[in-house]
């Protein structure tokens, strides 16, 4: 059995499922194993009814304290399902909400947990999983010495199961309801209050169509007003990495990456950006990537369309010369 | 507030190559200079930023070897009050699992309101060990947390980062454990009479016998195979030639892709 976790906001289900489930089929047709979906909300049947045809079984838990996220409302919830069916591996999205759960669910079973993983293989009696180190400049293969086992899998590893390029399962799954019983003191320790949004400083950069993206690789501040007056010249916005914005050189909303914004803009120029997967994800969609960085192997190069191997601050004012002598 | 922090001690490769070395299960060290992990810096100046603002002590812990002082000794004089430092050969063959039993022990031992930790390592990028803490010690936690408001000392007001920018707000009661998202603040440097004072502080070292960890308990639930280097396919069309004539082909194409 292998089991994974429907993760949902405000009623939409996230896209990571979809890709969990893709990933599920394929060791499911491989092992002759079943898929069971487990949802936990205050209104599984719409959920239940978009997935069903993806898996073998579904689990649903309805109660109004399950309508947000909580890892400790999920707690005992999923503790129990996990010790009833003892699914071999169940599959939790390596997201805001996996990453709160998946850790605090596997050390209070006792059972080994591997996160952010990218590929899975599954054999009778071993899991292996394959993830990044050192921000993705070393991959890693690591077994689960026991089984059951939880993966949080990353987002963007597999294709989404309705358009995915193997054949497309048309399962009917049987569904199954849960009651929800929880101690009343639980609820108490750990409340979800709302969803909020990172206050925005008026440029929105997904509406640029051109993009000017600093990393790292600008060393100094002070390198920033260059940038931005070139910026202004191609008219183009200004946005950044994480780094940038943690060192608080840049405001929240300029950040572009899993944690920041997904951009598509006619053209993305990246500068001293290493291009660490949390970065590319939100900007590998642009249809014109020109990536400046003095490290040859720079993963950033495995998704810009043009690359320079230099450095950038002695590049860029011989560019920023170029572009006025040519608007003159 | 009885603040504990987890401190962790990573080798800095933010701008350094990293290679595979012989035995295939770690990275060649040799040339790495030893720092404390990034988001632990932060969850180091979100607890003093609050002993600051409410009183009370800040304990740090970390795991590893006597190199680990550093870490620890740079925490102390940045202003935290003790430090404990887990150390034996049984940890240091662990997974986070280990880790984490091997903190809670520690713990377990001292009184406490509230447990910081980064919330993301650099090194492997687990994030797994505060949240696996919170679930031995049986108290509430809260992941990648970017801010913190602390109510009537018996509850906490946190956001959490969720993906695209949105934030998740909760309540936690006291005592809990919180990960810290990098950005929260701006971590300080020592002073000079901080250093100084750094010295003096306590710091104890524990192995397994001392803590009375049962070693059967602490075993690593996986096992590291091996590492390899990614396979990265450049499908960058390089430009290349004299800063100059780099310049001008550059300046080509953005005029011709920005549409000027």
């Known amino acids: 059995m292998i089991t994974l976790l429907i993760e949902h906001r405000e009623g939409q289900i996230k896209d990571i499922c979809f890709e969990m489930l893709t990933l599920a089929n394929k060791i499911a047709s491989a092992q002759k194993k079943e898929i069971t979906s487990v949802i936990l909300s205050d209104n599984c049947q719409p959920i239940a009814d978009t997935i069903k045809s993806y898996c073998h079984k579904i689990i649903c838990v309805e109660d109004n304290l399950l309508q947000n996220f909580n890892t400790q409302i999920y707690l005992p919830v999923l503790s129990n399902i996990i010790k009833e069916i003892k699914p071999t591996v169940t599959f939790i999205g390596h997201t805001g909400f996996g990453t709160d759960l998946a850790p605090y669910l596997a050390s209070s079973l006792s059972i080994p947990l591997l996160t952010d993983t990218f590929d899975i293989e599954l054999s009778s009696d071993k899991l292996l999983a394959r993830r990044q180190m050192y921000g993705g400049k070393i991959n890693a293969d690591i077994t689960s010495k026991s089984l059951p086992a939880i993966v949080t899998v990353r987002a963007g590893s597999f294709e989404k199961i309705m358009t995915s390029s193997a054949l497309i399962p048309n399962l009917s799954a049987s569904i199954t309801k849960l009651p929800f019983n929880i101690n009343p003191a639980i609820p108490e320790q750990s409340k979800f209050l709302e969803y909020g949004e990172v206050p925005t400083t008026g440029i929105d950069i997904t509406k640029s169509d051109v993009l000017i993206a600093v990393g790292r690789g600008i060393k100094e501040q002070k390198n920033l007003s260059a940038i931005e007056k070139f910026a202004e010249d191609i008219g183009g916005a200004l946005a950044c990495t994480r780094p940038i914005i943690d060192a608080g050189w840049l405001p929240k909303d300029r950040q572009v990456g899993s944690s920041g914004k997904t951009v598509k803009p006619k053209l993305y120029i990246a500068l001293g950006i290493s291009g660490a997967f949390q970065h590319i994800s939100g900007m590998k969609s642009a249809e014109t990537i020109i990536a400046v960085n003095k490290d040859p192997e720079a993963p950033i190069f495995s998704v810009a369309h043009y690359g320079i191997v230099g450095d950038l601050l002695k590049i860029l004012p011989l560019l920023a010369n170029r572009i006025k002598e040519m608007k003159a | ?260």
């Open chain 2, 1 to 260: 507030m009885e603040i504990i922090v987890c401190l962790k001690m990573v080798p800095d490769t933010s701008e350094t190559e990293v290679r595979v070395d012989s035995t295939g299960k770690d990275i060649l060290k040799v040339r790495l200079v030893y720092t404390t992990n990034e988001a632990d810096n932060y969850a180091l100046e979100t607890a003093l930023l609050l002993k600051e603002k409410y009183g009370g002590t800040v304990t740090l812990i970390s795991v590893g070897p006597q190199k680990v002082d550093e870490v620890l000794r740079m925490g102390l004089a940045k202003g935290a009050d003790r430090a404990i430092r887990l150390t034996d050969d049984l940890f240091e063959k662990g997974d986070a699992w280990t880790t984490a039993k091997v903190i809670a022990q520690a713990i377990s031992k001292i009184k406490f309101d509230l447990i910081l930790t980064g919330c993301i390592a650099t090194d492997d990028g687990g994030s797994q060990i505060g949240p696996a803490l919170a679930a031995l010690l049986n108290i509430p936690s809260a992941a990648y947390v970017n801010k913190i408001e602390i109510i009537d000392n018996v509850k906490l007001k946190v956001d959490r980062e969720l993906e695209g920018g949105i934030l998740e707000k909760k309540e936690l009661h006291l005592p809990a454990l919180l990960t810290i998202q990098t950005g929260i603040n701006t971590p300080r440097y020592p002073s000079i009479i901080g250093i100084k004072r750094a010295a003096a502080k306590p710091l104890d070292v524990f192995d397994a016998t001392k803590l009375g960890i049962d070693i059967k308990a602490i075993e690593s639930l996986t096992i590291l195979e091996r590492m390899y280097m990614p396979k990265i396919e450049a499908k960058a069309q390089f430009i290349t030639g004299s800063d100059d004539e780099i310049s001008l082909k550059l300046a080509t194409l953005v005029k011709e892709k920005a549409g000027l």
